[in-house]
């Protein structure tokens, strides 16, 4: 009987899960804590709203950071009388937290930038001085670099918390890039380009709320597998040589495992246990070939 590996997966184990994710997030709050107050100063001495507000949204990184902790300590906990499927959702639920935070702190930014620009008076907005400008450069390259290396680690371990840790340090990113333009267009003699690029850094900031959102919504609530690894398990279920056919195959996502149910079709001369016997070998090939599968249920019923 052939077994279909999918090599872009493995098993990770809890231990493993645990230890990424913290040394990842250790490092991220870290970074995170030097840059924002490194940005804050600039922005300060400078003379720079949109530094300051990208300072704020790499200070919000810490507070995201650790919810992920908090979110990967808790789904990572062994099943118990009243979780028997697991705590894999409360995964979910920070990664949620942390949409919710990045969107606020984005509204923020963003009220203030609409206000500036609203106001009309912008002579009385003061150009930015080039340590603005660096810190921006700065922050850019830092926080793309934390972003594939969080991204990296998120698909290693397969981690819907982490990798929307990843995003926002790419939102970080773009933010400095949208910084970096009004800090430059204000030195050049455009003040107001500096409120610009606040709320520039506010569609980026909501964009990445919206998108870890959704994500962490689909595990919530039972979405389906992709097409490909349905199908994908369909020919894993059919590649027994006595399975002579699929009457049901649903997937649903649990956190960062899915679940399985299946209705395969065998000779109706076979006895209860020969039956018995090749639902127990599906069941087996599924969760050798599909590490992420952490439940599946086979039900056979009589070929007609």
């Known amino acids: 009987m052939e077994k279909i590996k999918l090599t872009e997966e493995r098993n990770v184990t809890e231990d493993e899960f645990r230890r ?10 870290v970074q995170n804590a030097l840059l924002s107050a490194f940005k804050l100063l600039a922005g300060i001495f400078a003379n720079s709203n949109a530094m300051i507000s990208d300072a704020i949204h790499s200070a919000s990184d810490v ?6 902790i908090i979110g990967v300590r808790l789904s990572s906990k062994d099943s118990d009388k009243k979780h028997p499927y697991g705590h894999e959702r409360l995964e979910c639920v920070a990664a949620i937290v942390l949409a919710i935070v990045l969107l606020f702190t984005g509204l923020e930014i963003g009220a203030q930038a609409f206000k500036d620009i609203i106001r009309g008076n912008y002579g009385d907005l003061k150009t930015p001085g080039a340590l603005a400008l660096v810190a921006a450069i700065v922050s850019i390259v830092v926080k793309e670099l934390m972003y594939w290396y969080t991204r990296h680690y998120a698909k290693k371990i397969d981690s819907s918390a982490l990798m929307a840790d990843a995003w926002h340090h790419r939102s970080d990113a ?9 800090i430059g267009g204000a030195m ?12 520039v850094i506010f569609v980026f900031i909501a964009k990445a709320a919206y998108d870890i959102f959704k994500d962490a ?36 996502i649990f956190g960062n495992k899915i679940y399985v149910d299946v209705e395969i079709q065998v000779d109706a001369s076979y006895t209860l246990q020969k039956a018995h016997d090749i639902a127990e070998e599906v069941h087996e090939n599924i969760e050798n070939s599909f590490p992420k599968v952490k439940h599946i249920m086979v039900h056979v019923n009589p070929a007609i």
């Open 20 to 29: 990424v994710a913290n040394k990842v997030s250790f490092i991220t709050i």
């Open 63 to 68: 507070f995201s950071t650790i919810i992920v």
């Open 174 to 182: 773009l933010s400095s890039v949208g910084a970096l333009i009004g």
């Open 188 to 199: 050049l003699g455009f003040p107001i380009m500096d409120s610009v690029a606040s709320l």
């Open 217 to 252: 919504m689909d595990k919530m609530v039972d979405h389906s597998c992709d097409e490909e690894t349905q199908r994908k398990i369909y020919d894993a279920v059919m590649s027994h040589e006595e399975v002579l056919g699929i009457d049901l195959l649903q997937t649903r």
